[in-house]
């Protein structure tokens, strides 16, 4: 069974840090690329970064870039989201996905709350 | 950036309704154009991808179709469990970009 499951996400103040961690298992990991996407409380779905199979090529959306780094470990599996410099406009909840064009399956999310 | 642009919002059919969604790209995208289904508190499930095929175990009820700026989702004949937020998607060009969703609701 095709598995991801997201875990780092919690309560954070503006300006802090964290690193939200997908753990990926029922698929051969190096074969596909991977996503970060968003859906912030009540909102629609944002698209926040893409890693390739091989972590050579990476991409954001602007209002990320520069705070967030994306990576991935092929030896254990996962997929990783830096957060720098977080923003209220950041709180999300954040789903891990598999692929870079079309995103199936996906994890059960990790909320991100950013609060003073 | 591409704007995926979807009506209507929302809507409301019986049971055994046909259901269209349609979505539009601020520019042509070929066939660059994904659908999910996300159910309340779940994650998105894909249904459609490049714009037709449908996704291995997805309802055969479900169907895609268009090409360059304008697509469309149907449910053939809706069924309860098809209550949910229905989403576009392109895979054109990065970023990736979604629609703002369709809720759609049983009469």
């Known amino acids: 069974e095709v598995q991801l499951v997201e875990s780092g996400g919690g309560v954070v103040r503006p300006g802090g840090s964290l690193r939200l961690s997908c753990a990926v298992s029922?698929?051969?990991?190096?074969?596909?690329?991977l996503s970060w996407i968003r859906q912030a409380p009540g909102k629609g779905l944002e698209w926040v970064s893409g890693?390739?199979?091989?972590?050579?090529?990476?991409r954001y959306i602007d209002s990320v870039k520069g705070r967030f780094t994306i990576s991935r470990d092929n030896a254990t599996n996962s997929l990783y989201l830096q957060m720098t410099s977080l923003r209220g406009e950041d709180t999300a909840v954040y789903f891990c996905?598999?692929?870079?064009?079309?995103?199936?399956?996906w994890g059960q999310g990790t909320p991100v709350t950013v609060s003073s | 950036d591409i704007q995926m642009t979807q009506s209507p919002s929302s809507l409301s059919a019986s049971v055994g309704d046909r259901v269209t969604i349609t979505c539009r790209a601020s520019?042509?995208?070929?066939?660059?154009l994904n659908w999910y289904q996300q159910k309340p508190g779940r994650a998105p499930k894909v249904l459609i991808y490049a714009a037709s095929s449908l996704q291995s175990g997805v309802p055969s009820r479900f169907s895609g179709s268009g090409s360059g700026t304008e697509f469309t989702l149907t449910i053939s004949s809706l069924q309860p469990e098809d209550c949910a937020t229905y989403y576009c998607?392109?895979?054109?060009?990065?970023?990736?970009?979604f629609g703002q969703g369709t809720k759609v609701e049983i009469k």
């Open positions: 998607q392109q895979s054109y060009s990065t970023p990736r970009t």
């Open positions: 520019q042509g995208i070929t066939t660059y």
């Open positions: 996905a598999r692929g870079g064009n079309w995103f199936d399956p």
């Open positions: 890693i390739k199979w091989n972590g050579g090529t990476t």
């Open positions: 029922g698929f051969t990991f190096d074969d596909y690329a």
